[in-house]
């Protein structure tokens, strides 16, 4: 079946625009989750959603993010007045449910880079 | 502070050889550990996954060993190959899911 999808796959903007990315989960996995990686960096815990349960949004590191889940599938990431320092990799991955035991399946990742 | 160190940050080695990577983890309380693989360009793509009780799991030419006590993982690679160069991540998962990454280990593997 089909796997995890993010689009786009690159992403140039200028400092100080809006951007959104995608995420397209496995369908029936109730689990998603958005990471960020820089250069030279592990990945960083940004948020996450269960079901309809309220997001974990504890990983955000400003009020410039924000992410928002429709439906229970599709799951946008937007980033306000992007800063340079946000360029890096941003991954999704979806899990049947929340919970360390369940394998994470991740997207191939959205590259922004913020000129 | 919760975290996980790996090492080398990056190794070379030639086709056909074996290597050993590094995992040192300081979460508590612990669920399991995994080894992810992550290709250049692409998502991170898991390997083993140990739980406190396993010692040792293998996938294919991959084995990992887990050491709760000392809270120390390697994981091994049999006779490399071309495709191994990537990235090798491990990846830590606290009771309450929450997952600590390390930084990963860069493998190139030479022909």
């Known amino acids: 079946g089909a796997g995890v999808s993010q689009s786009p796959s690159n992403k140039v903007t200028e400092k100080g625009k809006d951007v959104e990315l995608r995420c397209d989960p496995i369908?029936?996995?109730?689990?998603l989750y958005w990471y960020r990686q820089s250069l030279g960096q592990g990945l960083e815990f940004l948020i996450y959603?269960?079901?309809?349960?309220?997001?974990?949004k504890s990983g955000l590191p400003s009020d410039r993010f924000s992410a928002e889940r429709t439906g229970g599938s599709v799951s946008t990431l937007t980033i306000q007045r992007t800063q340079q320092e946000d360029s890096a990799v941003y991954l999704c991955?979806?899990?049947?449910?929340?919970?360390?035991?369940?394998?994470?399946?991740f997207g191939p990742g959205t590259r922004l880079t913020v000129t | 502070k919760n975290q996980v160190e790996q090492s080398p940050q990056s190794l070379i080695i030639l086709e056909g050889k074996n290597c050993t990577l590094q995992?040192?983890?300081?979460?508590?309380?612990?669920?399991?550990l995994r080894w992810y693989k992550q290709d250049t360009g692409r998502g991170p793509v898991s390997l083993t996954i140990?739980?406190?009780?396993?010692n040792t799991k293998s996938n294919g030419r991959y084995t990992a060993t887990l050491d709760a006590d000392t809270k120390q993982s390697s994981l091994h690679i049999t006779a490399s190959q071309l495709s191994d160069s990537a990235s090798y991540i491990c990846v830590v998962s606290g009771y309450q899911g929450n997952l600590i990454f390390g930084k990963g280990t860069k493998l190139s593997v030479k022909p």
């Open positions: 140990m739980t406190f009780s396993e």
């Open positions: 369908s029936g996995h109730t689990a």
């Open positions: 991955a979806s899990s049947p449910r929340v919970g360390g035991y369940y394998e994470q399946y």
């Open positions: 995992c040192n983890y300081t979460v508590s309380p612990f669920s399991n």
């Open positions: 959603f269960q079901g309809n349960s309220a997001p974990d």
